[in-house]
Every structure is written in C-alpha cells, then in structure tokens.
C-alpha cells in the first residue's frame, strides 16, 4: 500500500490551463503554479492534482496526450516540472500527475506508426480490427472507430473522442473465431502495458508522488464485470509496491468496489456511473439546496464504504472537477458553506477543485474550448485579485484561454475573501484546520452513519477515545431530532445554535463529544 501521506492529505486540484499564468500568453503555466503554492499551502492544502500537462494537440484538453515524456510547451519544460515538484516536496507538499492509460492523441507517434500497413513496433499498441469493413457495434470499452484515412486496412479503436484512439491491453472475453481481438498476455497488450510502467517509472524518478489515472475502468476490451482490468492493475500495483512503494494511485473509475480492489488508493466518486453523487450537489433539486434526497448515494456510498474496511483503499467525494458543473451553479454560498462542512468531515481524501473554495462560477454560455463543451464554463481561469483579468494574466482578456467570470470578480477572488473572515474561502480554510486537527477526521477513521432519510444528515466519525458528531441541515426547515448533541461545538456555520433538539434550518455543526 502506498504512501502513508495520503491518508492525511487534502488535495487541490489544478487545471494548469486556468491557474495562472506567469509569461502573459493567456495559458496558465508550470511556474504560475509554483508562484501560487503559499496560497494553496494557507488554505490547508498539502497536495495537489494536476490536470494533464504533457505534449498535446490539445483537442480534449491535454487529455489526447502526443508525447507521455514531455511537458507541453505551454506549461514549458520537463525542467520547470521537477523544479514544481522539489518547491512542492520542500513546503512538505505532494504532487500526483494525470495519467491518461486508456488512449493517446492521434498525433502520437506511436499512433502514426500503428496506421503504416508494414508490420512494425507499433503495430499493435492500439485495438484495431483486420479490414476497415469491420467496426462492431457494443464492444465493451469500444466507444466507436477510426476507419479510413491510413493506409492500414483496419478500423481502430476509440476510447473517447475520435481523436483518442484506444491503446491495445488486450480482451477479456474474445468472440468466437475472431483473430483481431488479443488476449490480454499477448505480445502486444503486454509492450503496452511495460509502455505505461515505463511512463510511470519516468514521472516518479522526477519526483511526482504519484498519479491521478484518467477512465481506469477503460482499458481492456470486451470486459464483464471489469475483471481483466482489475487484474491488470493488481499487477501494476505489485510493481509499484516493489518499486514505488510511496507513490500513490487515485482512480476516475467510480466504482469503488471494483477500483479498491484492482489496487487503487482511492476512487472517486462521480457525476457518472452508479454512485448518484450528482443528487448531492448537481441535480435539478440537490440535497445540499434542501429540496433533494441523499438517500440513493448512501445506499451505494454506505455498500462500498463496507468493503474498505480491511484498511484498503478510500473514496473520494471531490467539491467537483474539470468536467462538472461548478457548485455555485445549483447552490447558494451559504449552502457551498454546508457542502463544504459534508466534504471536509467525510472519510476519503478531500479533493477541492480550484475556485471552489471562493465560489467561482460556472460560466454559462462559452464557445467550447479545447473539447470542453458544456465543461468549459467550469474550466475558466482563477480569480485571484482586483487587478487587471483578476490577476490570472497580464495578456489582453482576448487572448485569456477560456473568458472569465467578469460580472463577479470584483467580489469573487482570493485576495477579497482571504480579507473577510465570513467568505467562503475562510469556512473552507476553518474546516481544513478542524479536520487536521482531529484524528476521527482523518481520511480512514471510523464513520458510522446516523440518519441520512430526509433532513438533517447526521452521522459520527471516531478515532481512539475521539468522537466526532456532524449534523448539517441544508433544508429550509428547523427540524427537532435528539441527535444526543452534549460535547464542545467545534464548528457552528453562521454560529446558529442548537436549542431544545431544534437543528435550525441551513446549519452546519460539528461537535466534539
Ligand atoms: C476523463 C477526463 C476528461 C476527459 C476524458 C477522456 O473523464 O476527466 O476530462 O475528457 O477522460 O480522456
Ligand atoms: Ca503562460
């Protein structure tokens, strides 16, 4: 098992396109970042995710990577990157990388090299069929083909977007009489998978402390119930722990049952699959407005949690990330306030996503950039000061990567809200020290679960002789329940307070018993 750190950490999470940008070009960029570590250090965190950073045509974001060992030019250099993991180490901070396994940018070489008709090394790095007439409808982990457009006759595999071929690990389950599909020992899915131990092997003897892997589930073929994929991981696990045995894997599989058990430190959960986290903070009516149900996400929450019990594994419930919606989009900032208070007292890590704790906005109405689509409103660059383009960049706003949240910088930025102690970024800094404070808050300590039917949400966290009692009552009612509340409030939102076993309406309370 990895690294003890992470069992302690709160993550931030870094869209390095939108943080900040230190050479006026509109991008954010690797040395930005290093400028902006004391902020992120003050606010209580002590890791951070950052979104892909490698060489990219950038049609999704980085995440169609064209070349694994090296830094885009953007963010500048390989050098710039281990200069951000020594500054980040030496602040006894912890760096994870985006780890895309799944697929690479069609203009990899390794890709251009699998569409030549000669046989060579590439070959078969990536799923392809044997004539380009044959692209099957519903494969498993198949999200449709390239056909056409090479001079190999054969259609190939696309994991996400069509201009992100899949990478070749192989099938589970081949059909009958079908000689395209590989098994997951073949010669090919086996360089694949020695590609990416190699690419790993690169990034942590930079110094990265591990890696966030993009659509974990995804990578081998025709797969029921995911079991070649958990066993393919297991094994790269195994070699981490022999060789790696700090660094650390943090899975967007969303299934936490089956991530654990392939070996990950923590999955999150997510605005797809089956975990109904949207029903907390991103439906039409979410829990956290006090009009919505919790009770489908803890049925699956509460399921998994059960089977992280022998000591393996977390489960993340991230404030959001690059691909959601921002939570000020379906909640007020007293409610962000709550969430918050639910985010920072749960077992697993916290992951906060950059501006989350100032209560950026979802930007409605962008043009899509870089595939970002409906996401690209919650990609917008951070709202740091009053100054010229809220601080991000001295380039003209024209040319900022994605345009920011003009009618609200004025009051929704660091430097404002650092300055009010009632700003959100002050509750989300309070709430980290609590957390760090108490053992029962840590990411692995006991949770037992008191009501989450209707309002309010209760439930316990302990560790040792500590015990932890959280009551949030996002709704709009006083609600009267004995929730047996005698001990030290640690924490009060809006100091309201609880008289007669009355929980008033949008409260937040955290009590030491
Ligand atoms: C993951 C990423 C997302 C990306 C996709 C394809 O879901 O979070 O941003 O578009 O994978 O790599
Ligand atoms: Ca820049």
């Keep these: ?24 070009d509109g991008i954010g960029d690797i040395n930005g970042i290093i400028e902006k570590l004391d902020y992120i250090r003050e606010l209580g965190c002590d890791a951070v995710w950052m979104n892909p950073c490698f060489d990219s045509p950038f049609v999704d974001a980085g995440y169609d990577v064209r070349d ?7 963010y500048r250099t390989n050098e710039d990157l281990k200069r951000l993991c020594t500054a980040m180490h ?12 799944g697929h690479t940018s069609v203009e990899c070489e390794w890709f251009r090299q699998s569409c030549l008709p000669e046989k060579n090394k590439y070959t078969d790095r990536y799923v392809w069929t044997d004539t380009v007439w044959n692209a099957p409808n519903n494969v498993g982990n198949i999200m449709g083909w390239l056909r056409g457009g090479y001079d190999r006759d054969g259609s190939a595999a696309v994991n996400f977007f069509t201009a992100q071929p899949a990478l070749n690990y192989g099938f589970a389950v081949k059909d009958e009489g079908c000689d395209w599909e590989q098994s997951v020992d073949d010669e090919g899915p086996m360089s694949t998978r020695a590609e990416l131990k190699n690419i790993m092997k690169f990034w942590l003897d930079m110094g990265v402390d591990g890696f966030r892997v993009d659509m974990a589930g995804s990578l081998v073929k025709n797969d029921p119930g995911s079991q070649g994929t958990i066993s393919l991981w297991q094994d790269i696990r195994k070699w981490l722990d022999r060789e790696y045995p700090d660094a650390v894997i943090v ?55 059960a089977k992280t019990k022998d000591g393996n594994g977390l489960i993340c419930i991230p404030s959001g990330n690059h691909d959601m919606y921002r939570l000020a989009r379906t909640l007020t900032p007293d409610e962000i306030r709550i969430a918050f208070a639910f985010l920072l007292t749960m077992p697993g890590i916290p992951f906060i996503y950059y501006g989350d704790e100032l209560g950026m906005n979802y930007v409605e109405g962008l043009h899509s950039k870089e595939g970002g689509y409906y996401r690209t409103g919650s990609r917008s660059p951070m709202q740091w000061d009053r100054s010229v383009n809220a601080g991000f960049s001295n380039a003209p706003a024209s040319m900022l990567y994605v345009p920011q949240d003009t009618a609200h910088m004025d009051q929704i930025n660091a430097e404002t809200e650092m300055n009010d102690p009632d700003s959100i970024w002050n509750e989300v800094r309070r709430l980290i020290a609590l957390r760090q404070q108490h053992p029962s808050l840590s990411g692995r300590s006991d949770f037992r679960m008191i009501n989450y039917h209707g309002y309010p949400l209760v439930y316990e966290r302990s560790s040792g002789t500590e015990r932890i009692l959280v009551i949030l009552n996002p709704s709009e009612n006083d609600i009267r329940m004995d929730t047996g509340t005698a001990g030290t409030v640690l924490y009060s939102f809006a100091q309201k307070e609880i008289r007669d076993h009355v929980i008033p309406a949008k409260s937040a309370f955290i009590i030491l018993q």
Excluded: C
């Design 1 to 24: 098992m990895a690294g003890k750190w992470l069992d302690e950490a709160v993550f931030y999470e870094i869209y390095p396109q939108s943080f900040k940008d230190s050479n006026a």
């Design 90 to 101: 030496e602040k006894g901070m912890h760096l994870i990388l985006d780890l895309v396994a």
């Design 251 to 305: 899975s967007e599989w969303g299934e936490a049952d089956k991530a654990l058990k392939a070996g990950f430190d923590m999955d999150f959960v997510l605005h797809f699959g089956p975990s109904h986290y949207p029903d907390l903070f991103r439906t039409e009516h979410p829990y956290f407005a006090g009009h919505g149900s919790a009770e489908a996400f803890f049925d699956v929450y509460l399921n998994n949690l």
């Design 68 to 74: 694994f060992y090296k830094v885009a030019e953007r």
